[in-house]
Structures are given as C-alpha cells and as structure tokens.
C-alpha cells in the first residue's frame, strides 16, 4: 500500500495494554497502532489513566499514548481534548499533536459518541457485542440502560459511519442490531510469532485459564472441573494466569471446592512467562461466556497448544476449528468432558496441537495491518477505497 503524508489517526480506547485490566481488545488496538504507523500514518490512543503507565508516552512502535480521565469520565475527556482543538496540552504532554484527520472510537459496551462532536470522519471499532454481560456484571436496571446505550443509541449515533471488527460472529451480530452488513469490515487479530525454544510440556496434567479475571470470564467452571478431575487425575494442576478485581472470590472457590492446592493463581505474567505458561500446558481452557475473537486460543494454538471453548461465546467458533484444533462444547457438561477426553488422550492432544500451530500461522499482525489500513485510508477526504473483508487464507 501507498503510504500517505502523516495523516493523523486518534483512537478513543477506553483502556490501554498497561492498564491493570487491560486484555486482548487493548493488545489489538496498540498493534493496529503500531501496524498503520509503519505504513506512514500518525497514530494517537487515548485513554483513561492509571497508576502504571504516566500520563503520556510514546510507544517503541512510534504510538502516542494520551491517559486522561478514570473509567468513565475517560469519555467527557476525550470530547474536551478534542474541542479544544489539541490532544495533550503543553504542561501534561510536552507536546501539541493537534486535531486529527480520522477518529477511530471503539465501543467496548458504552461508545464515546465521537460522531456527536467529531467534524471527522469516524470509524466504529466493535469487538463483540454485550448483549450477555450487562446482567452478568451490573444489577438490572444498569444492564438495561448499558444494553440500550449500546443496542440502540449506539447504533443511531454510527448509523453513517463504517464498522471495524473482529469475527464474522460479531458482524452477524451488529446486523442483527440494524448496521448495515455493507459497512461492517472484518479485520482479524494476528498472532505473534513464537520465537522463543519450545518448552517441555509439564511432567502432570495440566490446565491453562488466561486472561482478566473478571466474572464473564467464567473461570468458575475451570475451577469446578479441576474438582471434579481432580478425582481420578490426583496430580491436575489448574493454572489461572492473569489479574482482576474477580480474584479473590475465585480464590474463595477454590478453597470451597478443596482444589486450592491444586491451582495456582499467577497474577499478571510477562510475555515471556505467558510463553512459557502457554507451551507447557497440556490444555488451554476459555470458559468465557463472550468474546470477540479469542486472542488467548489463538497464541495457545502458535504454540501447539489445543483449547476447549463455549461454542455459543461469539469468535471462539473461529478462532478454533471445532475437532481439529480444540473443541466447542455447549454447556458444562460437555466441557467437562471435552477437558477429561483430551487429559487423559496424548495421541489426540498431540494431533490436534499440530492443526492448531497450522491454524495459528494463518493469522499475522502485518496481514491485519494491512486491512485495517485499507479501512483507514477509505474513509480519509481525497480517496475512495471500498470498504475490505480480510479472509483467510
């Protein structure tokens, strides 16, 4: 692709990678980031701020990162900045970027409604849609307002704009809410590539939950039938690898369940650690009620690792290939016994980590990169490039 005159692109993410609880849609919005600032672009992400990361910085990949404002009020912050004409003022950046020349505003549940205020153009980023998770995390009343907010106001405020995301799931989903399937792109997370020495696989069974620990993560069910193997595989080991205010009744679980010497919560791991954690597990387990994607089953799959996931939680049902890299199951029983089959079959986990390390080689940053950036420039004054769909090779 042509690369452009540093046109500026300013994405509104809620969070960042930093953030104690960033996940997989703050990694992808960093490296599409990064992806169109090696084709020439500007890129700016602002988001709310916390206490790992300082109020602003510039990434090794060349991204601004701007923090401003806590976990709503991030919103009203990026509606000022924007006003007023500069992202990052003087004495709290060092430097003045100015306005950009596109918006990409990702909806994580609650829009920041950029279209309102915007005279650019503007691109709605949608990783899955919330439908199951209000209820799941906030009382009735709340969810019925967040799932209004999203459902319906959301899609009135874009109604003229292009959509960006992740799964075909997701995109059958917001037509299913009213945008049009013609202005919904799919851009599909990359995989990094695996470069460190292959590890030894563990000595014992054992089970890899990663990710935030928060309650749609669904890590209970993990937990039960760690309890209930447990029981015929004495030396199971469940490894809960991430961070999230939903620890501690998780840990409370476990001593109920009488596991908690069999499971080992890591809090927040390293890249490397994470490797290692990932090549060493027999299993990769997602019980998660929802996801867009599933970034975790995919880099489990870069390293031979098969996953067991809910066929019903949206872009798991790509990025496993259901009996061939892993498994889709629909309740808990059959995860149960997806898991069990699995443990206790070597000849099946080996075959179907070799599929997934296969699979997993389909999916590349520089390939995302390149269809986010064809979005991008399709939307930006002067040009006229249709809206693509990445499909795998």
Not at 155 to 167: A, D, E, F, H, L
Not at 236 to 243: F, H, I, T, Y
Not at 386 to 393: K, N, S
């Given at each position: 692709?042509t690369?452009?005159e540093?046109?500026?692109?300013?994405?509104?993410?809620?969070r960042?990678?930093?953030?104690?609880?960033?996940?997989?849609?703050?990694v992808?919005?960093e490296?599409?980031?990064?992806?169109?600032?090696?084709?020439?672009?500007?890129?700016?992400?602002?988001?709310?701020?916390?206490?790992?990361?300082?109020?602003?910085e510039?990434?090794?990949?060349?991204?601004?990162?701007?923090?401003?404002?806590?976990?709503?009020?991030?919103?009203?912050?990026?509606?000022?900045?924007?006003?007023?004409?500069?992202?990052?003022?003087?004495?709290?950046?060092?430097?003045?970027?100015?306005?950009?020349?596109?918006?990409?505003?990702?909806c994580?549940?609650?829009?920041?409604?950029?279209?309102?205020?915007?005279?650019?153009p503007?691109?709605?980023?949608?990783?899955?849609?919330?439908?199951?998770?209000w209820?799941?995390?906030?009382?009735?009343?709340v969810?019925?307002?967040?799932?209004?907010?999203?459902?319906?106001?959301a899609?009135?405020?874009?109604?003229?704009?292009?959509?960006?995301?992740?799964?075909?799931?997701?995109?059958?989903?917001?037509?299913?809410?009213?945008?049009d399937?013609?202005?919904?792109?799919?851009?599909?997370?990359?995989?990094?590539?695996?470069?460190?020495?292959?590890?030894?696989?563990?000595?014992h069974?054992?089970?890899?939950?990663?990710?935030?620990?928060?309650?749609?993560?669904r890590?209970?069910?993990?937990?039960?039938?760690?309890a209930?193997?447990?029981?015929?595989?004495?030396t199971?080991?469940?490894?809960?690898?991430?961070?999230g205010?939903?620890?501690?009744?998780?840990?409370?679980?476990?001593?109920?369940?009488?596991?908690?010497?069999?499971?080992?919560?890591?809090?927040?791991?390293?890249?490397?650690?994470?490797?290692?954690?990932?090549?060493?597990?027999?299993?990769?387990?997602?019980?998660?009620?929802?996801?867009?994607?599933?970034?975790?089953?995919?880099?489990?799959a870069?390293?031979?690792?098969?996953?067991?996931?809910?066929?019903?939680?949206?872009?798991?049902?790509?990025?496993?290939?259901?009996?061939?890299?892993?498994?889709?199951?629909?309740?808990?029983?059959?995860?149960?016994?997806a898991?069990?089959?699995?443990l206790?079959d070597?000849?099946?986990?080996?075959?179907?980590?070799?599929?997934?390390?296969?699979?997993?080689r389909?999916?590349?940053?520089?390939?995302?990169?390149?269809?986010?950036?064809?979005?991008?420039?399709?939307?930006?004054?002067?040009t006229?490039r249709?809206?693509?769909?990445?499909?795998?090779?």
């Open positions: 692709m690369k452009v540093r046109r500026h692109v300013l994405f509104l993410n809620w960042d990678r930093l953030h104690p609880e960033g996940g997989g849609s703050e992808y919005i490296r599409m980031a990064a992806e169109i600032v090696a084709r020439g672009y500007r890129a700016t992400i602002l988001c709310q701020a916390h206490a790992n990361a300082p109020a602003a510039t990434t090794g990949d060349g991204v601004h990162v701007l923090r401003r404002g806590g976990r709503h009020t991030v919103y009203l912050c990026a509606a000022f900045v924007y006003l007023a004409g500069a992202l990052g003022f003087g004495p709290l950046s060092g430097r003045r970027l100015g306005r950009p020349d596109l918006i990409v505003d990702v994580n549940g609650l829009p920041f409604l950029s279209r309102v205020y915007a005279r650019r503007v691109i709605t980023l949608v990783h899955h849609v919330h439908r199951e998770q209820p799941v995390i906030f009382g009735p009343t969810a019925r307002v967040g799932w209004w907010i999203e459902s319906r106001l899609v009135r405020c874009y109604r003229s704009c292009p959509y960006v995301t992740v799964s075909e799931s997701t995109r059958a989903e917001l037509v299913g809410l009213g945008v399937r013609a202005r919904i792109s799919v851009v599909y997370n990359g995989t990094p590539e695996v470069t460190r020495r292959p590890v030894a696989r563990t000595p069974p054992s089970l890899l939950v990663l990710g935030r620990l928060v309650p749609h993560k890590v209970e069910l993990a937990l039960r039938a760690t209930l193997l447990s029981l015929e595989l004495p199971l080991e469940l490894v809960v690898a991430g961070q205010w939903w620890e501690e009744p998780l840990r409370r679980l476990a001593t109920d369940l009488g596991v908690e010497r069999c499971v080992r919560f890591t809090g927040f791991v390293s890249e490397d650690d994470k490797d290692a954690l990932l090549g060493a597990s027999w299993l990769a387990v997602t019980p998660s009620l929802k996801e867009g994607w599933g970034l975790t089953i995919v880099e489990a870069a390293h031979g690792t098969p996953s067991v996931a809910f066929r019903s939680a949206g872009g798991v049902s790509e990025a496993i290939v259901d009996g061939e890299t892993g498994v889709l199951v629909d309740d808990e029983v059959d995860f149960l016994r898991v069990r089959r699995l206790r070597s000849d099946l986990r080996t075959r179907m980590g070799s599929a997934a390390r296969a699979h997993a389909r999916f590349t940053w520089t390939v995302s990169g390149d269809a986010f950036a064809d979005v991008v420039s399709g939307q930006l004054p002067g006229s249709p809206l693509p769909d990445q499909r795998v090779p």
